[in-house]
């Protein structure tokens, strides 16, 4: 699953393994996703569809993975460790749940362009 952001487009590169190494790659819905001949996807707006990666020598040896778009519907703190040196940057991590899936985010790296945190309580500054 991507996390969908207005203009920003995510990419990722499909891994497959066997066959001869050759694959040809097939979306059905370019208005969610493309997927270009080396099997490089790119997000265009919220949905989902599968991609299929055939061997070049054998089309029926292929597979297919369905591939999610999704706007950010919630988010809550990860467990992690929380204890720094006064002064120090605390880091938190922070998970985000598509809208509508139950998957987790494979990519969220845009929601921090569009996201602002601002501490309020000056004890904590």
């Known amino acids: 699953a991507y996390d969908f952001v207005g203009s920003l487009r995510h990419t990722a590169q499909l891994v497959v393994e066997g066959g001869t190494g050759k694959y040809t790659y097939t979306s059905d819905d370019n208005s969610v996703y493309t997927v270009s001949p080396h099997g490089v996807i ?3 707006s919220p949905g989902e569809g599968p991609v299929e990666a055939a061997d070049v020598a054998n089309a029926f040896s292929s597979d297919s993975e369905q591939v999610i778009v999704a706007r950010p519907e919630s988010l809550h703190f990860l467990p992690s460790y929380v204890e720094v040196p006064l002064g120090a940057v605390l880091r938190l991590f922070v998970g985000a749940k598509p809208e509508g899936t139950r ?15 601002n501490v309020a309580e000056p004890l904590l500054r």
């Open 42 to 44: 790119a997000t265009v």
């Open 103 to 117: 998957f987790p985010y494979f990519n969220c790296s845009a929601l921090g362009r569009i996201m602002v945190w």
